[in-house]
């Protein structure tokens, strides 16, 4: 990623930034208003695209700013029965870092794995791709603006009461 590991884990998991290069999300929130997630918190994410009818809660089980976050779905979100995913950051360089993103799900019904799991991996294959390179581009274009906002706004929540969930 073309900004270091900070800004990049700012820009994924700070809703105001997401919303701006996100396009697996048309909308994600942490409940109880949070500006990001912490360890323990849940999100509801809603779809995007042609992935706007799916809509999962996960609820953070790590989240390590600026090295790691980690999610598993609360419930169930067709097709998904199970769903869980985490990212490690790593400096590279002064301005530069790699994110490392590694999920793992289930399908179901259970009937139909054998025709859906294949179909879900792809597409959440290219989908995953796609995210993560606008991911890269916003950076290209805005990781100074979210730097100079870390700056300003003092950033590094790390739990519930931190980030103003009472």
Do not use: I
Not at 87 to 115: C, D, I, K, N
Not at 122 to 143: E, G, K, Y
């Amino acid at each position: 990623m073309p900004a270091s590991l900070d800004v990049v884990f700012d820009a994924f998991h700070y809703h105001q930034w997401r919303a701006r290069w996100d396009s697996l999300v048309s909308a994600t929130h942490v409940v109880g208003g949070a500006p990001c997630p912490y360890k323990g918190a849940v999100t509801e994410n809603a779809g995007a695209g042609m992935l706007r009818s799916l809509s999962m809660r996960t609820q953070f089980v790590s989240y390590d700013r600026p090295h790691v976050a980690a999610a598993a779905m609360v419930g169930q979100a067709f097709p998904f029965t199970q769903w869980a995913a985490s990212m490690r950051h790593r400096a590279t360089a002064p301005q530069e870092s790699v994110l490392v993103y590694t999920y793992t799900f289930e399908v179901g019904p259970a009937a139909l794995r054998w025709l859906l799991g294949p179909l879900v991996a792809l597409v959440f294959a290219q989908q995953t791709r796609r995210r993560f390179a606008r991911l890269q581009n916003f950076l290209a274009l805005h990781a100074e603006e979210v730097r100079l906002w870390q700056q300003r706004d003092t950033v590094a929540p790390t739990h519930g009461a931190e980030a103003g969930v009472a």
